[in-house]
């Protein structure tokens, strides 16, 4: 079976909103072995190999924007999508505290490999998806685990994360902020800003609208849920658009 490092779902659909998924999947590719990184299965299913129920988040805020979505194939413990390829984090030898058997011996070959079968190709269709209108707003899908390992619990239900441009992620944040039952985190739990990465590739570099939004995983594990927070944040972004005229 011919591998495939990402998928497009709704690729003619007419929005301007572009929905990409960089930790959308587990999956290990066969020619990098395959399997698990030695890692135990039960760690191929937490955070550290995926953003836990960002696909199916991302799938359904597509549909409820008639937007295309894309998603990689392939677990960021093979290769971190939402990194620049100089950055020291993009093949991990650690990751909240789990040593990934598989990359702890990968050099600069094994890490060009990888480039060139997984995160290069994604980029690549990344770039046409966005290109394909002059007024493309993207949207980053993402989650967060609410504690990390000897840290405190992560309060915020949704965070925000934006670098120069807040002219979508204010608007956002403040419609957010009008909703009573959530704890938002604006750059938070992590920094809007991190030098080539995907937001500033394809939609910074560019001058596009953009935010990235994370959703603390806990709330999006079922199918439902993910359909029902889709259902929530997509009038919410529509409202956003409009007041930041974009």
Same mark, same amino acid.
């Given at each position: 079976?011919?591998?495939?490092?990402?998928?497009?779902?709704?690729?003619d659909?007419?929005?301007?909103? !572009?929905?990409t998924?960089?930790?959308a999947?587990? $999956?290990?590719?066969?020619?990098?072995?395959?399997?698990?990184?030695?890692?135990?299965?039960?760690?191929m $299913?937490r955070?550290?190999? +995926?953003d836990?129920?960002?696909?199916?988040?991302?799938?359904?805020?597509?549909?409820?924007?008639?937007?295309?979505?894309?998603e990689?194939?392939?677990?960021?413990?093979?290769?971190?999508?939402?990194?620049?390829?100089?950055?020291? $984090?993009?093949?991990?030898?650690?990751?909240?505290?789990t040593?990934?058997?598989?990359?702890?011996?990968?050099?600069?070959?094994?890490?060009?490999?990888?480039l060139n079968?997984? +995160?290069?190709? +994604?980029?690549t269709? !990344?770039?046409?998806?966005a290109?394909?209108?002059?007024? $493309?707003?993207?949207v980053?899908?993402?989650s967060f685990t609410?504690q990390?390992q000897?840290r405190?619990?992560?309060?915020?239900?949704?965070?925000?994360?934006?670098?120069?441009?807040?002219?979508?992620?204010?608007?956002?944040?403040?419609?957010?902020?009008?909703?009573?039952?959530?704890?938002i985190?604006?750059?938070?739990? +992590?920094?809007?800003?991190l030098?080539?990465?995907?937001?500033?590739?394809?939609?910074?570099a560019?001058?596009?609208?953009?935010?990235?939004?994370?959703l603390?995983?806990d709330?999006?594990?079922?199918?439902a849920?993910q359909?029902?927070w889709?259902?929530?944040?997509?009038?919410?972004?529509?409202?956003?658009?409009?007041?930041?005229?974009?």
């Amino acid at each position: 079976m011919t591998y495939i490092p990402f998928f497009i779902e709704g690729a003619d659909r007419p929005a301007r909103w !572009l929905i990409t998924c960089d930790h959308a999947a587990n $999956t290990v590719p066969p020619f990098v072995g395959g399997g698990s990184l030695g890692l135990a299965e039960a760690d191929m $299913t937490r955070h550290i190999a +995926y953003d836990v129920g960002a696909a199916g988040l991302a799938r359904g805020l597509g549909a409820a924007l008639d937007a295309p979505v894309i998603e990689s194939n392939f677990s960021r413990l093979v290769i971190d999508p939402n990194r620049g390829e100089d950055d020291p $984090t993009l093949l991990m030898k650690l990751y909240d505290g789990t040593i990934i058997p598989a990359n702890r011996h990968a050099g600069n070959e094994e890490q060009e490999l990888r480039l060139n079968r997984c +995160y290069r190709p +994604y980029h690549t269709a !990344l770039a046409e998806l966005a290109a394909r209108r002059d007024d $493309t707003v993207i949207v980053s899908i993402h989650s967060f685990t609410p504690q990390l390992q000897g840290r405190p619990p992560r309060p915020w239900h949704v965070g925000v994360l934006y670098a120069a441009d807040e002219r979508l992620s204010r608007p956002l944040i403040n419609r957010l902020h009008q909703e009573h039952d959530l704890c938002i985190g604006e750059n938070q739990p +992590y920094g809007g800003h991190l030098p080539g990465d995907a937001i500033a590739r394809h939609a910074i570099a560019y001058q596009r609208p953009n935010v990235l939004i994370e959703l603390r995983n806990d709330l999006i594990e079922a199918e439902a849920d993910q359909a029902a927070w889709a259902e929530r944040l997509a009038p919410l972004l529509e409202e956003a658009a409009a007041v930041a005229g974009v």
